[in-house]
């Protein structure tokens, strides 16, 4: 079974940091494009990040851009975003979410997700 | 950035009855589109993929259709289980962006 499990959220202030971790098992995740994605408690959803399953290239959304880092570790089966400059707007449900790929080619959509980490940004 | 556009906002229907909701996007995104199902408390559930591939595991009663700028979601007999919110996704380029979601609510 495919599970994917965030940790790292929790409380921190304006212009403060916070890592995000994501732990993947059940499927062999250095084969897999990996992304984060948000969502504002009660809003929609936002993309934040891709990285590569080889870790080779990484995109980022333009309200995040310079700010968070996405990085993974293949031998630890693990995803993480880096979020620094952390701003009031960056509250949200912090997801990973693990690309779809069929026998033959991959969909740049989300077939599974975590639980979701909340990340709350406030003095 | 190509912005997705859902529309209703929220709908309300009964069991049994056929919903449709429509997407469109701002720029043409061939058969790049995907929908999700999301419930309160609870992460997206992936439904359709390249606008018309229904996800393995999702009932035949969900559909999609489309091409271009514009795409629908069919659900064409409700059940109790598929009031939640449902949000369009496309994939044809970076940034991945997503509708505003769409509420289904019972009657």
């Known amino acids: 079974e495919v599970q994917l499990v965030e940790s790292g959220g929790g409380l921190v202030k304006p212009g403060g940091s916070l890592r995000l971790s994501c732990t993947a098992s059940?499927?062999?995740?250095?084969?897999?494009?990996m992304n984060w994605v948000r969502q504002v408690p009660g809003k929609g959803l936002e993309w934040v990040s891709f990285?590569?399953?080889?870790?080779?290239?990484?995109y980022y959304a333009d309200s995040v851009k310079g700010r968070f880092t996405i990085s993974r570790d293949n031998a630890k089966n693990s995803l993480y975003l880096q979020m620094n400059s952390l701003r009031a707007e960056d509250t949200a449900v912090y997801y990973c979410?693990?690309?779809?790929?069929?026998?033959?080619?991959?969909?740049?959509?989300?077939?599974?997700w975590g639980q979701g980490t909340l990340v709350t940004v406030s003095s | 950035d190509v912005q997705m556009t859902q529309s209703p906002s929220s709908v309300s229907a009964s069991v049994g009855d056929r919903v449709t909701i429509t997407c469109r996007a701002s720029l043409g995104i061939t058969n790049w589109l995907a929908w999700y199902q999301q419930k309160p408390g609870k992460a997206p559930k992936l439904l359709i993929y390249s606008a018309s591939s229904l996800q393995s595991g999702v009932p035949s009663r969900f559909s999609g259709s489309g091409s271009g700028t514009d795409f629908t979601l069919t659900i064409s007999s409700l059940q109790p289980e598929d009031f939640a919110t449902y949000y369009c996704?496309?994939?044809?380029?970076?940034?991945?962006?997503f509708g505003q979601g769409t509420k289904l609510e019972i009657k």
């Open positions: 996704q496309q994939a044809n380029s970076f940034p991945y962006t």
């Open positions: 979410a693990r690309e779809y790929c069929g026998s033959n080619t991959c969909y740049e959509v989300f077939d599974n």
């Open positions: 059940g499927f062999s995740f250095s084969n897999y494009n």
């Open positions: 990285i590569r399953s080889s870790g080779s290239d990484m």
